[in-house]
């Protein structure tokens, strides 16, 4: 019972980061926000800072563990929150959640496509149901019908920002013998080296964005509690219940999300929104309980939440 509250608890406390995409557009760049939630991170983490810096010298050795770690950090940490951010400029929260979801359908296609693994029938069904949930979802844009077809910039990003944690989640492993709070910590290092290009010529173009005190509570909510706490929660679940079970608990993310949005607004869901969610969340079930080794990284993505969200 206590991995599931951990896990349930993990998911809430993600579900606010699709909320916020929204909430802080109008007031901080999707950079500077992706940049201070886990500058926020890393100055948490330093405690772990001497050990994982002095493991990083037997990744240094091995070209393949530097070129994934690389990867893993650009897609995961530089990367992912900072096309959310962009998505939920001109997508709703739901939207953003539900797309999100959607993740092992892409990562079952990569497997399969890139690496050429062999995929089940039935999972190929869950990924077709999926997508058919992505795009019922995109193309009528909160409407009840495909004649109101009007394809959101905000969904696509979205949707770019999936397939990045699709190909995160295939690359990522965690070197043996590292502990999982140094691991984030050098994935943070290398992930906020690849955003600081980014950042810098922002300000340089056009100024820092100022920080209220809503944009500081929201970085500081999306530093501590998104990025660690949850993090925390999520990999203390896998030890008690298992990966494939704890993994289950993600689908519930639009549905926390939502509960906010209805809570802070009473918003109501529009009847192709609860189509898409029924879709999208009943391929991914079928993806996840029929994982085999082609689909081992659908699997994987209940055990490496350590960023999308």
Request: charged content about 10%; proline content about 3%; aromatic content about 12%.
């Amino acid at each position: 019972m206590r991995g599931w509250l951990y896990s349930l608890l993990a998911v809430a406390l993600w579900s606010a980061n699709f909320v916020i995409a929204n909430k802080a557009s109008a007031t901080i760049a999707p950079v500077e926000l992706a940049f201070y939630r886990w500058l926020v991170a890393f100055i948490c983490l330093l405690p772990f800072a001497r050990p994982a810096f002095v493991r990083i010298q037997d990744i240094l050795k091995d070209k393949g563990g530097v070129r994934r770690l690389v990867v893993t950090a650009i897609t995961g940490v530089s990367a992912l929150n900072t096309l959310i951010y962009l998505a939920g400029k001109s997508a709703p929260a739901v939207d953003l959640s539900l797309i999100s979801v959607a993740s092992p359908a892409f990562i079952v296609a990569i497997n399969c496509l890139v690496f050429r693994r062999r995929v089940r029938s039935a999972t190929w069904l869950g990924v077709g149901m999926a997508m058919m949930g992505c795009v019922w979802l995109i193309g009528t844009d909160g409407t009840s019908s495909l004649a109101g077809l009007k394809v959101s910039m905000g969904d696509l990003l979205m949707v770019t920002a999936s397939i990045t944690f699709a190909v995160y989640t295939v690359v990522q492993r965690v070197p043996k013998g590292m502990a999982d709070g140094e691991y984030l910590l050098l994935l943070i290092f290398t992930g906020l080296v690849g955003l600081l290009p980014f950042y810098l010529l922002r300000e340089a173009l056009y100024g820092f964005s100022p920080i209220t005190l809503d944009t500081g509570a929201y970085i500081l909510y999306l530093g501590v509690f998104a990025s660690l706490v949850a993090f925390y929660l999520w990999n203390k679940s896998v030890k008690l219940i298992g990966a494939s079970r704890t993994g289950v608990s993600y689908y519930a993310l639009p549905c926390f999300v939502y509960l906010i949005e209805y809570v802070a607004g009473g918003k109501v869901l529009s009847g192709a929104v609860v189509g898409s969610f029924a879709l999208i969340v009943a391929g991914a079930l079928v993806i996840h309980f029929t994982a085999t080794e082609a689909t081992e990284g659908a699997t994987a993505a209940s055990r490496t939440r350590t960023s999308e969200t």
